[in-house]
T-cell receptor, first 111, second 109 residues
Framework: EAQVTQNPRYLITVTGKKLTVTCSQN?????MSWYRQDPGLGLRQIYY???????DKGDVPEGYKVSRKEKRNFPLILESPSPNQTSLYFC??????????FGPGTRLTVL | RKEVEQDPGPFNVPEGATVAFNCTYS??????FFWYRQDCRKEPKLLMS???SGNEDGRFTAQLNRASQYISLLIRDSKLSDSATYLC??????????FGTGTRLKVLA
């Protein structure tokens, strides 16, 4: 089954404790992206990657890092999480037509 | 001005009604347009891409008006299962996607 998986699905952490949210896709897509969704603001793009070792900033990259060492994986790293990074995070991969397939989401709370 | 704007709704319509949503975008260089559906904080799922000539998929029709910089979604014969938030997405073709904040639709029995 074609899918995008994210882990963990739910995470409660404390300020400053480094965390990684994993994202994996099995569709051999070159393009992957991370979004955060906040009430009233919609989905905002954090980082995206057009291929292995090629990443670029989206609209809200501050406080986040990503890496793309393999085509299927695109982890999101929060080196020092802060409460304003409490959000619902979605990973997506895209085919050449631009259709994005989203993971189930990760609900992060930073205390 | 937001890059992509949608009326947040909610649009409350009876079953069987026809409902239309508009979405305006500010970047005239935008090349790709999509409508996604999102159920109650679950992941967005593609409803349909929007082509220049307009396109239809069953009860759903999407239109693009480049001159006025808006796209529209028409839903005919609304079903209870159509209740969701509809997200407008615009891309300039450089893998940067801008999402609208969504329009909530509630179809009432």
């Amino acid at each position: 089954e074609a899918q995008v998986t994210q882990n963990p699905r739910y995470l409660i952490t404390v300020t400053g404790k480094k965390l990684t949210v994993t994202c994996s896709q099995n569709m051999n897509h070159e393009y992957m992206s991370w979004y955060r969704q906040d009430p009233g603001l919609g989905l905002r793009q954090i980082y995206y990657s057009m291929n292995v070792e090629v990443t670029d900033k989206g609209d809200v990259p501050e406080g986040y890092k990503v890496s793309r060492k393999e085509k299927r994986n695109f982890p999101l790293i929060l080196e020092s999480p802060s409460p304003n990074q409490t959000s619902l995070y979605f990973c997506a991969s895209s085919n050449l037509l631009g259709t994005q397939y989203f993971g189930p989401g990760t609900r992060l709370t930073v205390l | 001005r937001k890059e992509v704007e949608q009326d947040p709704g909610p649009f409350n319509v009876p079953e069987g009604a026809t409902v239309a949503f508009n979405c305006t975008y500010s970047n005239s260089a935008s090349q790709s347009f999509f409508w996604y559906r999102q159920d109650c904080r679950k992941e967005p799922k593609l409803l349909m891409s929007v082509y220049s000539s307009g396109n239809e998929d069953g009860r759903f029709t999407a239109q693009l008006n480049r001159a006025s910089q808006y796209i529209s979604l028409l839903i005919r014969d609304s079903k209870l299962s159509d209740s969701a938030t509809y997200l407008c997405v615009v891309s300039t073709g450089t893998y940067k996607y801008i999402f609208g904040t969504g329009t909530r639709l509630k179809v009432l029995a």
